[in-house]
């Protein structure tokens, strides 16, 4: 059955990220010197928000049992289906450093430029 609440709440969500948006587009209409400014100072810091990446990944690969047996108790994660989850901390994590490679760090598409 669909919760009407819920949906209210992701259309209410919704509808405030979309005014956010259009008013920070608004206000940084007409200060593109600064929002190219940020843009490379954002470029700049790249590789530190990479390794801040790579660092939680790991993190997240050292403490996975704990981490899936946290959302057991917070009913993320169903006790039938948590030795199945557990089992695949492999091949979670990488699925999550290939979206690095590829989202992030855009390996193959930087070769191009």
Same mark, same amino acid.
């Not at 929002?35 to 993190?59: E, G, M, N, R, Y």
């Not at 981490?67 to 091949?91: A, E």
């Given at each position: 059955?669909?919760? =009407?609440?819920?949906?209210?709440?992701?259309?209410? !969500?919704?509808? @405030?990220? *979309?005014?956010? &948006? +259009?008013? $920070?587009?608004?206000?940084?209409?007409?200060?593109?010197?600064?929002?190219?400014?940020?843009?490379?100072? =954002?470029?700049?810091?790249?590789?530190?928000?990479? !390794?801040?990446? @790579?660092? *939680?990944?790991? &993190? +997240?690969? $050292?403490?996975?049992?704990?981490?899936?047996?946290?959302?057991?108790?917070?009913?993320?994660?169903?006790?039938?289906?948590?030795?199945?989850?557990?089992?695949?901390?492999?091949? @979670?994590?990488?699925?999550?450093?290939?979206?690095?490679?590829?989202?992030?760090?855009?390996?193959?598409?930087?070769?191009?430029?």
């Amino acid at each position: 059955m669909i919760n =009407l609440k819920s949906i209210f709440k992701f259309v209410v !969500a919704t509808a @405030v990220s *979309l005014a956010l &948006l +259009l008013g $920070l587009s608004q206000l940084f209409a007409g200060h593109l010197n600064e929002l190219q400014s940020f843009s490379a100072w =954002l470029d700049a810091l790249k590789p530190a928000f990479i !390794a801040l990446h @790579v660092t *939680l990944i790991a &993190l +997240l690969w $050292l403490h996975w049992s704990t981490v899936i047996r946290w959302l057991s108790r917070k009913s993320w994660v169903h006790p039938k289906n948590l030795d199945d989850v557990l089992t695949q901390r492999t091949r @979670v994590v990488a699925m999550l450093c290939a979206i690095e490679i590829v989202m992030v760090i855009g390996f193959p598409f930087n070769l191009l430029h």
